[in-house]
């Protein structure tokens, strides 16, 4: 395998310009929308020899595993993934790469400095509009293939290599997964968003739950416009929707206290948290009126492998108490609304795909790199926890990305050659290693 690595580590550097260039040129398909992204990556995966299929599906119609979101949330109507394999199933360790081609709604261009379509490189930086979510994660993978074929190898066991729609509950991963999809390993290739770059691998995902809580009020005994003069005689729900936010302060204090995680004790000294981000009142109407209703609205983090279940029967319960002692809570409990939930997963540093890939890293980058804990409700967890298969992820370093509301965003370009580098090595380093003429002889 030395041998291969340092043939990779040359092919990838004779070929950075076209390295880089395929980036840029999904970049430039971004601005024709996801279906031209898709039919780009489609049209390299098979003239680099991969079998591609185009599969379609309906994200509401995809089963949920410890995961759910509202109808609204998820995505309206047929998707595409494209699904492109590599090297003979059976033959070796089979491995699944996914990254997702769709971004942000295209908006806000005219606040850009750089052309979000031209993948315009600027010091050690290409920006473009999706380039750090994730263009680049299937970039690399695509690329990783390109450099194999160039020292004329291929992996022996199966590549699968897939382009899955995302955001907005798109859910393409999952989607495959329960059509049949499976691997002896699995990464996520995404640009990581920390700060570490190739750095870091995602093996640990906290779970995450979305809520909204409907506290009622009461109104004044009065027909006058102006109730200010009456407000002992009403029930202010925002008065009644502070006690709620006490009882989930409550519960969050004692969740902390009880619940520990080693990887997130260290990285920030707390392993779970509820967090109210959204007090909401109509204010429609005068400043002098008592409202009906107030809402609440937040989420709650908890670290594998906690069951997402039982954190939302504990906010239930804490919610039910408020009526034990207070008549009004008793005849108009608090209304909570799940908005969406997703379980956690993790990884451990010492399993055999982490090791590999550890391994890469660190003999592409000279850095030892970290698991970073703090990626909450990342997509690493779909494989773990849909179908058991493992999955860690690793991404060059970005920034400025469109979904935080900046501008201009941004892969650093070494951090990205560094990616397909490690992933090219990662692939022969799990799957094996066979020359590429000797398959293509075969299949003639």
Not at 175 to 192: M, W
Not at 326 to 351: N, Q
Request: glycine letters at 8%; charged letters at 20%.
């Amino acid at each position: 395998m030395t041998m291969h690595n340092e043939l990779i580590a040359q092919t990838v550097a004779t070929q950075r310009e076209s390295i880089i260039g395929f980036l840029r040129a999904l970049i430039a398909q971004t601005q024709h929308g996801e279906a031209a992204v898709q039919g780009a990556i489609a049209d390299a995966s098979a003239a680099l020899g991969c079998r591609v299929e185009r599969v379609k599906y309906d994200p509401q119609a995809v089963p949920m595993v410890e995961e759910f979101a509202s109808g609204e949330a998820i995505t309206a109507g047929l998707r595409e993934c494209v699904v492109a394999r590599l090297g003979t199933p059976g033959a070796g360790r089979s491995l699944l790469f996914f990254a997702h081609p769709d971004s942000e709604p295209v908006s806000r261009i005219d606040e850009w400095t750089h052309n979000p379509f031209k993948g315009e490189i600027s010091g050690q930086r290409i920006h473009g509009w999706g380039v750090a979510d994730d263009l680049a994660g299937v970039a690399v993978y695509t690329q990783a293939v390109a450099v194999l074929k160039a020292c004329g190898l291929q992996p022996k066991g199966e590549l699968i290599l897939v382009s899955t729609p995302s955001k907005r509950h798109a859910r393409g991963v999952s989607a495959l997964l329960h059509q049949g999809l499976t691997a002896d390993g699995a990464i996520y290739l995404h640009p990581a968003e920390s700060g570490l770059g190739m750095k870091e691998i995602k093996a640990f995902a906290s779970g995450q739950l979305e809520f909204r809580i409907r506290v009622q009020g009461a109104p004044p005994p009065t027909t006058e416009p102006l109730q200010t003069a009456f407000a002992h005689l009403a029930v202010n729900p925002v008065a009644k929707a502070f006690e709620v936010f006490q009882a989930l302060r409550q519960l969050d204090a004692q969740r902390g206290a009880r619940i520990h995680h080693p990887l997130l004790e260290q990285a920030v000294g707390r392993s779970t948290n509820i967090m109210v981000s959204m007090v909401n009142c109509d204010t429609a109407e005068s400043l002098a009126r008592v409202r009906q209703d107030c809402w609440l609205g937040g989420a709650i983090s908890f670290a594998p492998p906690e069951p997402m279940a039982q954190v939302m029967s504990e906010v239930e319960n804490a919610l039910s108490a408020l009526g034990q002692s207070d008549p009004w809570f008793r005849a108009h409990p608090p209304e909570l609304h799940w908005e969406s939930g997703v379980t956690g997963a993790e990884v451990d540093a010492a399993h055999p795909l982490y090791q590999t890939l550890a391994a890469a890293i660190e003999r592409v980058t000279g850095h030892k790199p970290q698991v970073n804990p703090m990626h909450t409700s990342s997509d690493i967890r779909n494989p773990m926890v849909q179908k058991n298969i493992p999955t860690v992820g690793l991404g060059p370093l970005c920034g400025d990305l469109s979904q935080n509301g900046r501008t201009d965003e941004w892969v650093d370009v070494e951090d990205y050659l560094a990616a397909v580098t490690v992933v090219a090595s990662t692939m022969l380093a799990w799957c094996g290693a066979e020359p590429h003429t000797a398959l293509e002889g075969a299949a003639a």
